[in-house]
């Protein structure tokens, strides 16, 4: 059994799960118009990535005898711009996510309950690692510069799902 407070802030953290798959669906049909169809697909697969971090809140709450409350996912807003600020975009939206796991994992700290705590924990890592992916794509492309583009693009569309 989780608090009623728990639930509330898991139940939330859903909502920002799908938006994070919302946002980078709306990336990957920007970058699919802009021509770079690698990182269309990059971006698709981390869309779905999301939406399956959104149902392990939403099973683990259920199995805790909790309510799951669905909540309006808000739009997207564009514009994204050229590729680099679309990786730079993405990294910002994870370590703001980043932070509403670790806010999570204060609370379940605080009301001790190693329930929640033991689940958050596999967010914590999964954002280390999406911090890093972020990172590393906004830094290839930096160096990259206009002509090595379409050589990460390249790169990017290697992305399988899981
Ligand atoms: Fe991109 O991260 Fe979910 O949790």
């Not at 259920?62 to 669905?70: A, D, F, M, T």
């Not at 999570?104 to 700290?109: C, G, Y």
Request: hydrophobic share 40%.
């Amino acid at each position: 059994m989780i608090s009623r407070k728990m639930q509330d802030a898991l139940n939330q953290q859903i909502n920002e799960e799908m938006f994070s798959s919302y946002l980078y669906l709306a990336m990957s049909a920007h970058c699919e118009q802009e021509g770079f169809k690698g990182a269309a697909k990059w971006f698709g697969v981390q869309a779905a990535e999301e939406t399956s971090h959104a149902m392990k809140f939403f099973k683990y709450i259920l199995e805790q005898g909790g309510q799951i409350e669905l909540k309006a996912i808000a739009k997207p807003e564009g514009p994204f711009g050229p590729l680099s600020d679309c990786f730079e975009k993405a990294l910002k939206h994870e370590q703001h996510i980043t932070a509403c796991i670790h806010k999570l994992a204060e609370q379940a700290v605080a009301e001790k309950d190693f329930a929640t705590q033991n689940l958050l924990q596999w967010y914590v890592n999964e954002q280390v690692e999406e911090e890093a992916h972020a990172g590393e794509i906004v830094t290839r492309l930096k160096m990259a510069g206009a002509n090595g583009l379409f050589f990460v693009d390249a790169e990017l569309g290697r992305r399988n799902a899981g």
